[in-house]
């Protein structure tokens, strides 16, 4: 596609299951990052995958998160055991190399009641 | 990771005044983006700072990165309301992470 897409735009869970966020990037970017915004605040690092290289994950708030990205394309963000404190908005961003400009995908909204 | 302070963190002003951001590193980086975003929307890429010293300008906005570049500035003259948002700078980490300062929401009187 022509930028990032984002599934859902919206997702509302339960406290204490499973969600899964999807992002496609760009094609061709080698770049894929994932943060977290609350309302209102900053843009919170969680993850970085460049290239074949392993992620740097040491942005990821607990062993309740985990990211993949198959095929150096398509990344899925998945919180297990969801806490209300994890409802925010998870964006997507991708550069074409690492180092250079983002492009960011419109956002998931969770919020786990 | 990365530690960026930037202020303020929030600016109200009149429409047609000046309006800045600062960045500031306790580190030298070797380069620093700036980001906008709208109220409701995603970050935008503005622009990229190499050089020590280097200025740049789109428009009404002038970006700077500081000398020692442990600095950076973006600066708006005459603010219009189509300014009002969140201006971010990033910088990168030796593995070419990216981490995002605080942030300075620009809100603008007409």
């Known amino acids: 596609g022509a930028g990032v897409s984002q599934s859902p735009s919206n997702k509302v869970t339960e406290k204490g299951k499973d969600v899964e966020l999807r992002c496609d990037p760009i094609?061709?970017?080698?770049?894929l990052y994932w943060y977290r915004q609350s309302l209102g605040q900053g843009l919170e690092f969680l993850i970085y995958?460049?290239?074949?290289?392993?992620?740097?994950k040491s942005g990821l708030p607990s062993d309740r998160f985990s990211a993949e990205r198959t095929g150096g394309s398509v990344s899925t963000l998945t919180i297990q055991r969801t806490q209300q404190e994890d409802s925010a908005v998870y964006l997507c961003?991708?550069?074409?190399?690492?180092?250079?400009?983002?492009?960011f995908g419109s956002g998931t909204q969770l919020s786990v009641l | 990771g990365q530690q960026v302070m930037q202020i303020p963190q929030y600016q109200h002003v009149q429409e047609g005044e000046d309006f800045t951001t600062y960045c500031n590193s306790s580190?030298?980086?070797?380069?620093i983006q700036w980001y906008k975003q709208r109220p409701g929307g995603h970050p935008v890429f503005l622009i990229q700072?190499?050089?020590?010293?280097e200025v740049k300008k789109q428009k009404r906005l002038t970006f700077q990165f500081g000398e020692a570049k442990k600095n950076s500035s973006l600066h708006i003259t005459a603010t219009q309301t189509t300014d009002v948002g969140t201006y971010f700078c990033?910088?990168?980490?030796?593995?070419?992470?990216?981490?995002f300062g605080t942030g300075t929401r620009l809100t603008v009187i007409p």
């Open positions: 094609s061709g970017h080698t770049a």
């Open positions: 961003a991708s550069s074409r190399r690492a180092g250079e400009k983002l492009f």
């Open positions: 990033a910088v990168t980490s030796g593995a070419n992470n990216l981490f």
């Open positions: 580190t030298t980086l070797s380069n």
């Open positions: 995958f460049q290239g074949n290289s392993a992620p740097d």
């Open positions: 700072l190499v050089k020590s010293g």
